[in-house]
Each structure stands twice: as C-alpha cells, then as structure tokens.
C-alpha cells in the first residue's frame, strides 16, 4: 500500500470520527467532543462517541461495540482526539486499548490539555502500538475551537451574536414595554436558542435585561439551559427579572459587595473600568466555562470586538428598517453569508 493510499484511508475514517463526535455537541462539558471507530479487513467493526461527561468516553464505546472482542488484537482504533491517560470521572482510554492489545492506532490531533498533551500518544508507543498522530488535525482542532480555546488561551471560545436592521441599528431608542423588539424572524430566533443549547454560558448586559427582561434560555430548542452571565455593576436588575428566578445556574458580575449567593445565583465582584472584559474573560475561566455567546447590547459587545476578545460573530440582518436608535456594532474579519428566510445570517471570523 502506498503512502498516499495509506493516508487517504486514515483521513477516511477520521472524518467518520470527527461525524461520530458531533452528536456530542453541547453535552460533554467539560469534556471534549470525540468520536471513535474500530477498523479490521477495511471494515468498521465498532463505533462511538463521547455523549456526557462522567459517561464512557468514545474509544469506550467502540470498543464495546465490538461484538466479537478478539478479532481487536488484529485491528485499528481510530479517534479524534488523543486518548486521555489519566484518571478523572472514568479511567484512562490509554489502559483500555493497552488491555485488549489494538496494535494500530491513528490519532487526529493530540489533546491540549496539559494532563494529556502528548502522554497518551507516549503511552501507547511504549506498550508497542503502533501510533499514526495528525491525520486531519485542522479539522479535529474545529471540532473542539471550544475546549481548545480553553486550554491553549486560557479562555472561553468567545461568540458574539446581535441582529441589526437593514439601516444598521440594533434598537430604538426608546419602546413602551419591557419586552425585546424583535428584528430577526421566527426561524432566525429558533436557530438562536439551537445555538444556546450547543454553547455552555451566555452573557447580557445590565441594559439589555432592563430593557428586554429576557429568559436567556432554550425554550424554543431541546437541550439545556446555558450558565446565564450578567453584568450588573449598580444592582439596577430587580429582583422579579427571570434572570433572578434561580431556575438556571447565573453568574451576577458586579461592582456591589458582601452580596449573598445561592446554588444557582452568584455573585462575583469586578471593577467596572476598561479592563472590564480581561476580568469577565477571567470569571469565566475560573468557572471552567469553554465557550460563551455574548448577546448583551452595543456597549459589551463593542468593547469585546476593541479588545479583541471574540472568535466569531454571527450578525442577523433583518427585513426591517428603525430609521434611528441605536447603531449597531462595528466589527471586521473574514465573513460568510447566508439567508435565512427573509433574513441575512453574517458570520465574522477572528483568525488573529
């Protein structure tokens, strides 16, 4: 077999991997998303993917997928991402390829996690295996931007999300009732809480909730409610808001002290001056929070795009005009376009 040949197959069924692995989107947080497939005669004997934290992890589920076990010690584990070889809330996959003695083993990418970075792969190498590592690494490494961000810049993936009118304003300026004004269509709104349910926090800010009294959940999307993070520097957010109805775990940032916190309501103290975003960004990763989507009004989201801490924005550009309110951010980077209905999706890439 040629090399090329050889690494056409690799590729094929890291691709099977990485398809395996994203069913497990918005459920394994902590947890990286991981698929894993078992290989013998070019055929796939075996598949699974990470599902929830403190569950099996993928190369598990593949393996015991397997319905004939001993046919393992001729065949291939493929996996995403490198197998972990340490104890956390179930034991290393490393032991378990080891004990039914897969001789091959080919590695997407290896795992940033400094309890793993490369010791897995090692551990492998010294049990005889024969390791094959950084097939398809660039499309591992998107499979997990989140869990990746995370370790790497020692952050959460950071995704900012508004919707604008046609004549580029965000709101008006003023409105009757304590409600949004919705700018985006029905089926743009329903993607919105899809998205919610795939990322682990969400953020507002003090005028947005005032504003608009929002829920920050899931409601129109199965899955579960994001960690809600608030700035509220003053205490103005009263106490009947639903962002206080501790049915969801949320993070009240503030500038008010000796507040009493709750399972499910926290409050943490910051100094609300222009190194506001660098402290946010810090709570969030005290709080082990890979990936967050930012929907708080034009003042948060503009001093993240001038701090340069945000990975993506996805833009709504509805079917509406507001002849005046509130302008909307000013961001830029590569971008893709899409219509979603009668509105324009803009998705804004920060490669830097």
């Known amino acids: ?22 069913n497990g989107l918005g459920t394994t947080y902590p947890n990286p998303m991981v698929g894993s497939v078992i290989v013998y005669n070019n055929q796939i004997i075996g ?44 034991p290393p996959c490393c032991d378990l390829i080891i004990k039914h003695k897969i001789p091959n083993v080919v590695v997407g990418t290896i795992d940033p996690n400094s309890k793993v970075a490369g010791s897995g792969i090692q551990r492998l190498i010294e049990s005889g295996a024969n390791v094959t590592f950084s097939i398809l690494e660039k499309e591992c490494h998107e499979l997990n931007k989140r869990f990746f961000a995370f370790h790497q810049k020692k952050r959460p993936y950071i995704i900012l999300k508004w919707a604008e009118s046609q004549d580029g304003f965000i709101a008006p300026l003023t409105k009757e009732k304590i409600e949004p004004v919705w700018i985006s269509n029905e ?16 953020m507002a800010g003090t005028n947005t909730v005032l504003d608009d009294n929002p829920k920050l959940d899931v409601r129109d999307w199965k899955g579960e409610n ?24 949320t993070i ?36 082990g929070i890979q990936s967050i989507i930012i929907e708080g009004g034009k003042q948060t989201l503009q001093s993240f795009i ?47």
């Open 1 to 22: 077999m040629s090399y090329f040949c050889e690494v056409n197959i690799h590729q094929k069924y890291i691709k099977r991997c990485i398809q395996l692995a994203k």
């Open 47 to 90: 598949e699974g993917w990470h599902r929830k934290s403190g569950e099996p992890h993928a190369e598990v589920n593949a393996i015991n997928s397997v319905k004939d076990k001993s046919i393992l010690v001729k065949s291939t584990i493929y996996v995403s991402l490198e197998p972990c070889s340490h104890f956390g809330k179930t």
């Open 187 to 202: 089926f743009s709104r329903q993607l919105v809480h899809k998205w919610r349910s795939e990322e682990q926090a969400i």
């Open 226 to 249: 994001p960690i809600r993070i608030v700035l509220d520097r003053t205490g103005k957010i009263p106490k009947d808001f639903f962002i206080k109805d501790e049915k969801t775990k």
């Open 252 to 287: 009240i940032i503030t500038e008010q002290e000796n507040l009493t916190s709750s399972e499910n309501c926290i409050y943490e103290n910051a100094i609300f001056d222009n190194k506001l975003t660098k402290l946010i960004v810090n709570i969030l990763y005290k709080y």
């Open 306 to 352: 001038e701090d340069n801490l945000w990975d993506e924005a996805r833009v709504f550009i509805g079917n509406i005009h507001l002849k005046g309110g509130l302008k909307a951010p000013i961001i830029n980077g590569n971008f893709q376009t899409r219509n979603i209905k009668d509105d324009q999706l803009k998705l804004v890439y920060n490669y830097d």
